[in-house]
């Protein structure tokens, strides 16, 4: 069964540094979304990407966020500037209707 | 903001009977409603869904209800097995284009042999 792949599974950064959280969607998906869940809360919804552009996002999707599908198989999240509390699992998630798949997150731990 | 809320955050179960797992929602736009699994070190993983046209949703050994009075969604696993326990979460979206998810904080269930 075709799935959305995440790289890396654990990514270590320090404050202030750049990261960037790569995903493949599954391949006839259309809809691409970010979701990320601090440790011991909820899965919280960042952005969602559409037709080649952004189509929601949440107050967490700030400036500091962005994202990019550069070559349409691979999605991004880039955080330009890492602060503690974005320490978590981001999940990324595609669907061509409903449901959601999701795979299998990257844990970002910021230092 | 809790559109979406667990209110038991885990739940045990003996293997053969039935699991219910409730989920509450404040937000009257939603319109379609998930359950998810989750496994440590993996994704959430789709288990369950119901429109809101519908109250029962049926899949093997899970059953969704909803009831939108009283917005209120279960979740019913019979039998239990030993390899349903995971943490599950309930999760509901409206009818914007994006569909985005709202989750609820989960419930850990674990089944007892």
């Known amino acids: 069964e075709p799935e959305v792949t995440q790289t890396p599974s654990h990514q270590v950064t320090q404050m202030g540094q750049e990261v960037i959280l790569r995903c493949v969607p599954i391949s006839n998906h259309l809809y691409f979304y970010w979701y990320r869940q601090i440790l011991g809360q909820k899965v919280e919804f960042l952005v969602s990407f559409y037709n080649n552009e952004i189509s929601e996002k949440s107050e967490i999707f700030d400036d500091q966020f962005s994202v990019e599908r550069p070559d349409g198989s691979n999605f991004t999240l880039k955080i330009r500037s890492t602060k503690l509390e974005d320490s978590a699992m981001y999940f990324c998630a595609s669907r061509v209707d409903s449901p959601l798949h999701f795979g299998n997150g990257t844990r970002l731990t910021v230092t | 903001d809790q559109q979406v809320k667990q209110n038991s955050p885990s739940l045990s179960v003996q293997e053969g009977r039935i699991s219910i797992l409730n989920c509450d929602y404040t937000?009257?736009?939603?319109?379609?409603f998930l359950w998810y699994k989750k496994y440590p070190a993996e994704g959430p993983t789709f288990l369950i869904s119901i429109s809101s046209i519908k109250d029962k949703n049926e899949d093997g050994r899970f059953t969704v209800f909803l009831n939108k009075s009283a917005k209120h969604l279960s979740l019913h696993i019979v039998p239990s097995q030993p390899g349903d326990s995971a943490v599950y979460f309930c999760a509901a979206s409206g009818s914007g284009s994006a569909r985005q998810l709202t989750f609820g904080s989960g419930t850990q269930l674990t089944v007892l042999p």
């Open positions: 937000n009257s736009m939603f319109d379609y």
